[in-house]
């Protein structure tokens, strides 16, 4: 009898298991509210010194808000893809830095920038499910542990649109053959470029049906006229960076496989 219960409760033990560690496929789906911050690296502003690259060229006085909208969707356990479309106004200008030749030029250039991009995410952990791994459960923090934090690194193709203008007088005009920097190579280039996102992000639940994200993401272009202005010593392409801060809520799977608002 002891042996028979013993089974039953072994049994049991074992199915609740399993379905546990299949209940990340009823919610395949995520729907994702974009938030954040953007700068752009291009031959304008930068350091007080000759030309570096990445954190020390960033101007944090171009700093501009960004806006989206993502879905994401679970392949497998710890791989998804990501649709995702974001919007911000990039600000590039020589009259951030102090250096000779880049304040002389005297540049400041601003640009609309509309982003739509597909993702593979890889993640590195196993998402942790239940009241336990969420925000709720924390009692003075002593419950948070780093191994809840679901981490991914991610890479993308998509596409981008842009439409510099060049502040002329205060004035701010749409860029165009005629005001050209004068140490730009002044060559023609498409508003609508290729683009290559990649990063790193990090998720962990609010609550069962709410998460919260952050993500760093940098993007490989394939222009270096996104600030209207490819400088004659330039030997590498423009790029901008976006922080976000995501608003994630899960989506239920119906039984058509089709996400449940």
Known sequence: MKLRILAIVLALSFISQVSYGQLW???RYEAIIITGASWALTDLG???AIGTHYFKDLDIQTTRPIIGLGMRYKIVEKFAVKYRMAFTYLKMSDAYTQWDSREN???DVRTPLFETSIQGEL???KERMGRRYTLSHF???RNFSILYVNTYL???VGGFYFSPQVNTGGAWVPADASNFGRTSKKETYSSIQFVIPFGVGFKYAINRKWKLGLEFGN???FTDYLDHHSDVYSVADDSYFFFEINLIKKLRKTRHG????
Request: hydrophobic share 35%; net charge positive; charged share 30%.
């Open 139 to 141: 009692r003075g923090g």
């Open 25 to 27: 496929k009823r919610y």
């Open 46 to 48: 930068g350091a007080n």
């Open 258 to 261: 089709l996400p449940k608002f």
């Open 219 to 221: 993007r490989k272009l």
């Open 154 to 156: 991610f890479l993308g």
């Open 123 to 125: 993640f590195l952990n």
């Open 105 to 107: 030029r005297g540049v």
